[in-house]
């Protein structure tokens, strides 16, 4: 943070030359998207969910998301770039979901997802961004206390441990498929 703070700070005086700008720019906003665990800067981002319990992986997928977004949505940037990192992240997230049985994987990748859907949402409004963060949370916060409840780390524990909570199971499949983006 104190280096983003000396470079803002620097952009602003307009000490730097604008070719060194945006260069800059684009190695800050590298380091938040980094943050972030956005394509193609995500490969460490599944490997440190893997290893966390469900509240860490809880506080991973949400709220350490919300100083980076901010950061980026305030920045001027090559819409380019973002272009890129959206994409990146949509391919990225769905090749590398499949064949997953970890929960926590599967939750990773989901999470790069919607990071390219929280980066063109934030490119329209900061209203409906925050909306579509809001949502988010409430969503993961439902699936991961299942998770939690039923003490499931992969598939497989998860579809033996709520074969006989009916209604749990229904829960999850209803917040599962909210997350993948149909309607509740």
Do not use: D
């Not at 901010?70 to 994409?87: A, P, Q």
């Not at 749990?168 to 917040?175: A, E």
Request: proline share 3%.
């Amino acid at each position: 943070m104190i280096m983003f703070s000396i470079i803002s700070m620097l952009m602003l005086t307009e000490f730097l030359s604008p070719l060194m700008n945006s260069s800059l720019l684009l190695i800050m906003n590298s380091g938040l998207l980094t943050k972030l665990g956005a394509a193609p800067f995500h490969f460490w981002f599944p490997e440190i969910m893997e290893g966390l319990n469900w509240v860490n992986c809880m506080i991973l997928l949400t709220w350490q998301k919300i100083a980076p977004m901010i950061l980026i949505m305030n920045n001027y940037f090559n819409i380019k770039f973002m272009i890129f990192i959206v994409m990146s992240c949509l391919i990225v997230s769905t090749l590398m979901s499949f064949n997953q049985t970890s929960l926590r994987k599967i939750m990773a990748f989901s999470s790069i997802n919607h990071i390219s859907w929280m980066i063109c949402t934030s490119l329209v409004s900061f209203s409906i961004w925050l909306i579509y963060l809001l949502i988010y949370i409430f969503i993961n916060l439902n699936i991961i206390l299942i998770f939690k409840y039923s003490n499931s780390f992969y598939l497989n524990q998860l579809m033996n441990n709520l074969n006989y909570n009916k209604m749990l199971k229904l829960s999850l499949m209803i917040n599962f498929l909210s997350l993948g983006g149909l309607p509740p």
